[in-house]
């Protein structure tokens, strides 16, 4: 299997997934998809983005969890209008595109998803970090600054 990102399969890139960021527990990352169903607004789309899909850091080439077990995050953007609507509106680093992360340094911006945040993260016992975005700034992080992402929620037309 190869280690780059965009030449692995759909089905090797899930694999890794499971087994870095999920312990190797394939029902941790389905009980994870299974609470952003159930939590997010209807039709809102989940990828995961980062080392827990290349497998190192973007900063220094670190290996996913170099500082210890559940110590990488899961950074996950999640695409559409509505999620959008949960940030409050100076929390964006571009209006109605693309925010700012919602996370443990700032619990607060998003205080409608935060709980679903906080309950990941006791699953999957690491932290987890929400970003929300538009398809056209997800792609444009791939292909531009290749900044590769797995989508795991596929998002509706209408989210």
């Known amino acids: 299997m190869s280690t780059d990102v965009k030449e692995m399969s759909d089905e ?14 394939a029902r941790w990352y389905e009980e994870f998809c299974e609470m952003m169903r159930a939590g997010l607004p209807s039709g809102t789309g989940v990828a995961l983005r980062g080392s ?21 995050d899961l950074d996950v953007t999640l ?6 609507e949960c940030w409050h509106e100076d929390e964006f680093y571009i209006p109605s595109l693309h925010t700012k992360p919602l996370g443990d340094k700032a619990p607060e911006i998003a205080p409608a998803l935060n709980e679903l945040r906080e309950n990941l993260q006791r699953l999957v016992r690491r932290p987890v970090n929400f970003q929300a975005t538009s398809n ?5 992080r791939d292909v531009i ?12 037309e209408d989210a």
């Open 136 to 140: 056209m700034i997800l792609f444009a």
């Open 52 to 72: 827990v899909v290349t497998g190192t850091r973007w900063e220094d080439g670190s290996p996913f969890d170099a500082d210890g077990k559940g110590t990488s």
């Open 145 to 156: 600054f290749d900044q590769p992402y797995f989508t795991i929620i596929d998002a509706a």
């Open 79 to 84: 695409i559409g209008g509505k999620v959008m």
């Open 12 to 25: 090797e890139i899930r694999a890794r997934i499971i087994e870095l960021g999920f312990d190797g527990d």
